[in-house]
Structures are given as structure tokens and as C-alpha cells.
């Protein structure tokens, strides 16, 4: 199974200012055939189901702020958020899906106001 | 407009089997590429993929509870039903279904194996 590890496990950011997340995967989750990683990123707030805001990577969710972005390949993965706003605020989970066989969630990252 | 929504007991006795039925509206279950899963969230943790079925019927679990799951669709009823056997108190968590979207080509279909939308989960309680 393909194991993917999320940094930090939490985070505390000032108001405007960049979070960093990152999430690697135990093995390459990168298409050669079509160029594409099978990764995806949520979000989830307290007492909510998780939210896709981004997969394939980079590729963002319609109505998903442009703050939010997605970059990595292979099995090195970033999401950003470039200016924090307080509703972001949560738990962000990256989720490889590569295989199908056995889909994997990071073990999530929380942020918060610093 | 895609909705989910769970349903099954909320208290399950350890050894019982636990089912759970996904109700959904706003999209087919035969449509080429689209699936559904069970992904479960114990009280403060992380999130845990359990099961899929695509539109062919081709069903995917989680390798390490794979011999207590079974899924399966209902494409008359817009359901999809989950089943997991010998639950234990390390069950207890929030189960949540979700839509795993995807796409066809002239040649093939394709499904994309995240999640686009969520039910809002229930709680299950393993506890005698």
C-alpha cells in the first residue's frame, strides 16, 4: 500500500499570511502515461464532512478561493493557501489515488490563527 | 445538484454486523466512470478509505479490513449499501459515503478514485 505522510501535523499562521502543507507519498503517484498525479486535497472544519478543494495535483475545485493552490509531482506534494482568512480554518488532508486498489488519506494537518 | 445522505443505526453491539445505506440523488450509478464510496473517521482522527463501487460493478476495499466488507448497488433505488462484519469498539467512528467522479472516451471509461461529495456522515457506536 502506498502511505502517505502529511507535515506538519498542525500549524498556527498569522492572518494574511502563507500556510504551507505537505504531503509525500511512499512511492511515485505519477502517471508517466498521462502525466497526471493522483493526488487530491480537502478540507474539513469542525463538525463537516471533508471538502474537495483540489485533485490531480493542482487542478482547483470550482468556487475554491484562488488562494488555495496545489503543486508537487511524483511523490512530493504542497498545498498553500497564500493569504490565511479565518474560514480557513481545519483539518486539510491530502489522498492519493493512484491505484484504486487502496486509496490513502494523510494523516491530516490542522491550522489554525496564529 | 449531487446530495448524499447516510442512514443505519447509530449503536451496534461488538460481533454484530453493521449496515449502512447511502441514498443519492443527482447523479446515475450507470454512468460510465462514476462511483460511490465508505470512508470512516474515528472521534479526533484521521480519515480512513473502506470501500468503492463503480458504475460496472466493480467493487475495491481496503486491503487490511477487506475480509469483514462487502458493498454493493442498488441503481433502482439510488442506494448503495455497506456492510461490515465482527464490528469492535475500534469501529466506533463517523461513516461517511461519498461520489468518486470520472469520464468516458469513445474507447473506454475512466474513473477518478476522490471524492467530490460528501454525506454528512453518521455516527456509529460499537459498545455492549
Known amino acids: 500500500d502506498i502511505v502517505m505522510t502529511q507535515s506538519p501535523d498542525s500549524l498556527a499562521v498569522s492572518l494574511g499570511e502563507r500556510a504551507t502543507i505537505n504531503c509525500r507519498s511512499s512511492?511515485?503517484?505519477?502517471?508517466?502515461?498521462?502525466?497526471?498525479?493522483?493526488l487530491a486535497w480537502y478540507q474539513q472544519k469542525p463538525g463537516q464532512p471533508p471538502k474537495l478543494l483540489i485533485s490531480?495535483?493542482?487542478t482547483r475545485e470550482s468556487g475554491v478561493p484562488e488562494r488555495f493552490s496545489g503543486s508537487g509531482s511524483g511523490t512530493d506534494f504542497t498545498l498553500t493557501i497564500s493569504s490565511l482568512q479565518p474560514e480557513d480554518v481545519a483539518v486539510y488532508y491530502c489522498?492519493?489515488?493512484?491505484?484504486?486498489?487502496?486509496?490513502?488519506f494523510g494523516g491530516g494537518t490542522k491550522v489554525e490563527i496564529k | 445538484q449531487i446530495t448524499l445522505k447516510e442512514s443505519g443505526p447509530t449503536l451496534v453491539k461488538p460481533t454484530q454486523t453493521l449496515t449502512l445505506t447511502c441514498t443519492f440523488s443527482?447523479?446515475?450509478?450507470?454512468?460510465?466512470?462514476?462511483?460511490v464510496g465508505w470512508i470512516r473517521q474515528p472521534p479526533g482522527k484521521a480519515l480512513e478509505w473502506l470501500a468503492l463501487?463503480?458504475?460496472?460493478?466493480?467493487?475495491r476495499y481496503s486491503p487490511s479490513l477487506k475480509s469483514r466488507l462487502t458493498i454493493r448497488k442498488d441503481t433502482s433505488k439510488n442506494q448503495v449499501v455497506f456492510t461490515m462484519t465482527n464490528v469492535d469498539p475500534v469501529d466506533t467512528a463517523t461513516y461517511y459515503c461519498?461520489?468518486?467522479?470520472?469520464?468516458?472516451?469513445?474507447?473506454?471509461?475512466?474513473?477518478?478514485?476522490?471524492?467530490?461529495?460528501w454525506g454528512q456522515g453518521t455516527l456509529v457506536t460499537v459498545s455492549s
Open positions: 443527482g447523479f446515475s450509478l450507470n454512468t460510465g466512470g462514476v462511483g
Open positions: 463501487i463503480y458504475w460496472d460493478d466493480d467493487k
Open positions: 512511492q511515485s503517484i505519477l502517471y508517466t502515461s498521462n502525466n497526471k498525479n493522483y
Open positions: 490531480w495535483a493542482s
Open positions: 489522498q492519493e489515488y493512484y491505484t484504486s486498489l487502496a486509496l490513502t
Open positions: 461519498a461520489h468518486s467522479p470520472g469520464y468516458c472516451t469513445s474507447d473506454n471509461c475512466y474513473a477518478d478514485a476522490h471524492f467530490d461529495y
